[in-house]
């Protein structure tokens, strides 16, 4: 599986994620693949090309911003997005959370079509499709 971990979290985290999981799977930071400052729609555009890739993301606009949550559910891409209060909570509890929810996410992204998005809850295991 390809993993994305989007801007609004600390490239820390896709470095430990991508120790932890190679060679099993590949866990870039979106600045070190795109920069910093890229547009949503354009690494959006980008990775969908490529193929299927999974994104983790903080940035919950996505699903709300008519251009960014058009490009998002017409890709190839699978988006895991934080719940609002795992998304301000410290990095601890989210890495924690990620993790504890890895093989969920796994077998979501093995299943569903490109364009799907989820959120990844504070306290549930339970993972719920975003519409």
């Given at each position: 599986?390809?993993?994305?971990?989007?801007?609004?979290?600390?490239?820390?985290?896709?470095?430990?994620?991508?120790?932890?999981?190679?060679?099993?799977?590949?866990?870039?930071?979106?600045?070190?693949?795109?920069?910093?400052?890229?547009?949503?729609?354009?690494?959006?555009?980008?990775?969908?090309?490529?193929?299927?890739?999974?994104?983790?993301?903080a940035d919950r606009?996505i699903t709300r911003?008519?251009?960014?949550?058009?490009?998002?559910?017409?890709?190839?891409?699978?988006?895991?997005?934080?719940?609002?209060?795992?998304?301000?909570?410290?990095?601890?509890?989210?890495?924690?959370?990620?993790?504890?929810?890895?093989?969920?996410?796994?077998?979501?992204?093995?299943?569903?079509?490109?364009?799907?998005?989820?959120?990844?809850?504070?306290?549930?295991?339970?993972?719920?499709?975003?519409?």
């Amino acid at each position: 599986m390809k993993v994305l971990i989007d801007e609004n979290l600390p490239p820390a985290l896709a470095r430990a994620l991508d120790a932890l999981f190679a060679p099993q799977h590949e866990i870039v930071h979106l600045r070190k693949r795109f920069g910093p400052g890229v547009k949503d729609v354009e690494w959006i555009t980008t990775l969908s090309r490529e193929g299927r890739w999974v994104v983790i993301s903080a940035d919950r606009r996505i699903t709300r911003n008519k251009s960014e949550y058009n490009a998002f559910r017409s890709s190839r891409l699978i988006g895991f997005f934080l719940s609002a209060g795992l998304n301000k909570s410290p990095l601890t509890k989210q890495a924690e959370r990620i993790l504890a929810l890895w093989n969920d996410i796994e077998i979501l992204a093995d299943r569903v079509g490109g364009g799907a998005m989820f959120e990844l809850p504070m306290t549930s295991t339970r993972i719920k499709q975003l519409k």
